[in-house]
T-cell receptor, first 115, second 114 residues
Framework: KQEVTQIPAALSVPEGENLVLNCSFT??????LQWFRQDPGKGLTSLLL?????REQTSGRLNASLDKSSGRSTLYIAASQPGDSATYLC??????????????FGGGTRLMVKP | DAGVIQSPRHEVTEMGQEVTLRCKPI?????LFWYRQTMMRGLELLIY????????DSGMPEDRFSAKMPNASFSTLKIQPSEPRDSAVYFC????????????FGEGSWLTVV
């Protein structure tokens, strides 16, 4: 059974810092990996999707990398801002003929960026 | 596009009552998912529909839980009878295609069973 772990569980940084969030998964037979953002009381918003054949994806100040063989992904946030404060979750979908977008989520990293 | 629409946003009900949660996926999306989020267990997939057909319901915790998708624009998740341990946020999500595409989440239905 796939297990996804995110470290750290919580992180507090001053504004302007570059930071890295970590995600690891136990089964490397994945179709893709996605990073989501969740604000308090809200649903999840997809940030980046990395296909299993890709090594990284970038969107603005966000960069996500994927090392499928070692079961790791990182989300890099450059020049953090208070508006980046949220919970960040990673999720993997299995490489299976009928699995579709059935995601297994990590527990999330709760990020606070202080002004 | 209005996104994935869920109702009710908040519900407080007494133990033993029936609860029905509703979801309208994004128009054109053919995959629909129900997830549950709790502090203890995080986000868990309950059931997945593709083209209105349930594909995998292995995450449905008990027979008290049931889900239907009578057409491409509507799905329900029903709990009968409800119990306090069912208290959680229930998310509906949708995507287009079989896999590999971005999945869009609704804002959730916050359920409290007292």
């Amino acid at each position: 059974k796939q297990e996804v772990t995110q470290i750290p569980a919580a992180l507090s940084v001053p504004e302007g810092e570059n930071l890295v969030l970590n995600c690891s998964f136990t089964d490397s037979a994945i179709y893709n990996l996605q990073w989501f953002r969740q604000d308090p009381g809200k649903g999840l918003t997809s940030l980046l999707l990395i296909q299993s054949s890709q090594r990284e994806q970038t969107s603005g100040r966000l960069n996500a990398s994927l090392d499928k063989s070692s079961g790791r992904s990182t989300l890099y946030i450059a020049a953090s801002q208070p508006g980046d404060s949220a919970t960040y979750l990673c999720a993997v979908s299995p490489r299976s003929s009928n699995a579709g977008n059935m995601l297994t989520f990590g527990g999330g990293t709760r990020l606070m960026v202080k002004p | 596009d209005a996104g994935v629409i869920q109702s009710p946003r908040h519900e407080v009900t007494e133990m033993g009552q029936e609860v029905t949660l509703r979801c309208k996926p994004i128009s054109g999306h053919n995959s629909l998912f129900w997830y549950r989020q709790t502090m203890m267990r995080g986000l868990e997939l309950l059931i997945y529909f593709n083209n209105n057909v349930p594909i995998d319901d292995s995450g449905m915790p008990e027979d008290r839980f049931s889900a239907k998708m009578p057409n491409a624009s509507f799905s329900t998740l029903k709990i009968q009878p409800s119990e306090p341990r069912d208290s959680a946020v229930y998310f509906c999500a949708s995507s287009f295609g079989w896999t590999g595409n971005t999945i869009y989440f609704g804002e959730g239905s916050w359920l409290t069973v007292v």
